[in-house]
Nanobody, 120 residues
Framework: QVQLVESGGGLVQTGGSLRLSCAAS????????MGWYRQAPGKQRDLVAA???????NYKDSVKGRFTVSRDNAKNTVLLQMTSLKPEDTAVYYC??????????????WGQGTQVTVSS
């Protein structure tokens, strides 16, 4: 099994910054892509940012230039540095990882979610 544990959410004012962290653990053979999704009330879960094992990144258009995704392959962690936050960034943020395990092949795993609230 694989566990993803997130931390770093909270309440911040417009224009502020937060950093989300996600650590993967368990029977991991290899972690392929990692990323962050978010879901606001009444809306679907959308990709915010993703990073491959080689470091290539992909961002939702509305966060480009404000958010930065990075990872530490040795520690099986992925970070999301969020700056210039806006009220529309308010959502539950979920960590996602595409993981190859020793026993169960490759699959997608999710963290429990962390709330980010940006006040106006």
């Amino acid at each position: 099994q694989v566990q993803l544990v997130e931390s770093g959410g909270g309440l911040v004012q417009t224009g502020g910054s937060l950093r989300l962290s996600c650590a993967a653990s368990g029977s991991i053979r290899r972690i392929n892509a990692m990323g962050w999704y978010r879901q606001a009330p009444g809306k679907q879960r959308d990709l915010v940012a993703a990073i491959t094992s080689g470091g290539s990144t992909n961002y939702k258009d509305s966060v480009k230039g404000r958010f930065t995704v990075s990872r530490d392959n040795a520690k099986n962690t992925v970070l999301l540095q969020m700056t210039s936050l806006k009220p529309e960034d308010t959502a539950v943020y979920y960590c996602n990882a595409d993981v190859t395990t020793r026993a169960a092949g490759t699959g997608a795993y999710w963290g429990q979610g962390t709330q980010v609230t940006v006040s106006s």
